[in-house]
């Protein structure tokens, strides 16, 4: 029997949200100024009345615009060699730990850019689907390839990722609004499970 788990990040797997985690690293001072400057932007998020797309975009770009690319991978292996476990939901390690790994693919599908979440996947030996940041020549563009991997979008991406592959069973594990149709869409979604 072949499975699949896909693996919501932020919240799901962690603790806490990973994107002011890594940008407040990445940069404390200007973090502050930025996001003093983001606030009214975020409350219209909160009040559904901003595109999240859009908010998330000029917040990392107004830090790691212009950055180089190999500047950014190297603060993002800090960031992981700092966080990593202790961000990370004991029950959530183990589970993934004792995962049976013949037969089976594990996906980390999530809305977070694919700088800081990448060597997270790798320490779960997950294949990674997100939210990927353009770089070019080498510098970080402030754009992001594609869309904003999350809602029905997460789900786009895991078709597409698995459209070479058939499993018997898809167990899917997520923590807020933005992983229902990936976990309406599995065999098995678990809502909140590590929590």
């Given amino acids: ?99 049976n790994k013949t037969n089976t693919d594990s996906l980390m599908v999530t809305a977070s850019l694919d700088i800081w979440v990448k060597p997270f996947a790798d320490a779960f030996n997950m294949e990674l689907v997100s939210t990927k940041a353009e770089f070019k020549d080498g510098v970080f563009t402030g754009n992001f390839i594609g869309k904003n991997c999350n809602g029905k979008e997460k789900l786009e991406r895991i078709k597409k990722e698995i459209s070479n592959e058939k499993y018997d069973k898809i167990i899917a594990f997520g923590d807020t609004s933005g992983d229902r149709p990936m976990l309406n869409w599995a065999n098995e979604g678990h809502y909140q499970f590590f929590h």
């Fill in 1 to 99: 029997m072949k499975k699949l788990y896909c693996f919501d990040f932020d919240g799901t797997l962690t603790y806490k949200d990973t994107m002011f985690m890594y940008l407040k690293f990445y940069d404390s001072a200007k973090f502050r100024v930025q996001f003093l400057k983001h606030i009214p932007l975020f409350v219209l998020l909160k009040l559904n009345l901003a595109d999240t797309e859009k908010v998330k975009k000029s917040f990392i770009s107004s830090i790691l615009k212009g950055q180089k690319e190999i500047k950014i991978k190297e603060k993002s292996r800090l960031f992981f060699e700092a966080n990593y476990p202790k961000i990370v939901r004991e029950n959530a390690l183990d589970f993934i730990k004792n995962i």
